[in-house]
């Protein structure tokens, strides 16, 4: 990889109160959509005490680009989660949305929203211009929680599209937009809640 980026840890503004709504809830159980990191799931293990489901769709995004089947991506996506309805308190989501066509992303962002139990958060980053390279992904590696880690590493996709924050409310219509912040870096935090019952 051609590209580095320093390994300075950056303040988060959202995750904390994302974490603070896992931890309300008694028993969670958590989805991850990026790789397996590690530090992550130590950290969410301990500071959470709840089940984790990883969920690595970059590797999934990968294998499409590579059979050149990425017109096949929305399908796949709707049979891609065996959970049920309702079944989980939180999704990570870090910015695989930026990598999605709006087909993709449209079927994600119901397949995610039909998992989240009433009261459940989704916690998405969202670019606002171009990656560093056009085929680089972001593994996010939380620190605490306050500060993550962007480390980028060779993916097989670049960012599909920009999304707008009107973008980001319609995929998600069926949730409660709780918070939404702009950082230095360029990456928009943002924080949902599926409505009560």
């Known amino acids: 990889m051609s590209w580095s980026a320093p390994e300075a840890a950056e303040p988060s503004k959202i995750l904390a109160e994302f974490l603070s709504l896992v931890c309300a ?40 680009a590579r059979e050149h089947a990425l017109d096949r991506l929305p399908r796949f996506l709707q049979r891609r989660f065996p959970l049920r309805d309702a079944s989980v308190d939180a999704v990570l989501g870090w910015d695989v949305f930026d990598y999605l066509a709006p087909a993709a992303a449209t079927v994600l ?43 980028p590493y060779d993916g097989a996709c670049g960012r599909a599209r920009v999304l707008q924050n009107r973008d980001i409310t319609t995929l998600f219509a069926g949730l409660e937009l709780r918070g939404a912040v702009l950082l230095r870096s360029g990456v928009r935090e943002v924080l949902f809640q599926k409505p009560a019952a």
Request: proline share 5%; with cysteine; hydrophobic share 40%.
């Open 109 to 151: 962002a119901a397949e995610l929203t039909r998992l989240l139990r009433p009261g459940g958060a989704l916690l998405g980053f969202f670019g606002v211009g171009a990656g560093p390279e056009p085929h680089t992904y972001t593994r996010y590696v939380i620190e605490d929680e306050a500060h993550l880690r962007r480390r």
């Open 25 to 64: 809830r008694r028993a969670a159980e958590l989805v991850d959509l990026g790789p397996v990191v590690g530090a992550n799931v130590a950290f969410l293990g301990e500071r959470l005490a709840c089940k984790i489901h990883v969920e690595d769709l970059y590797a999934d995004l990968d294998r499409h």
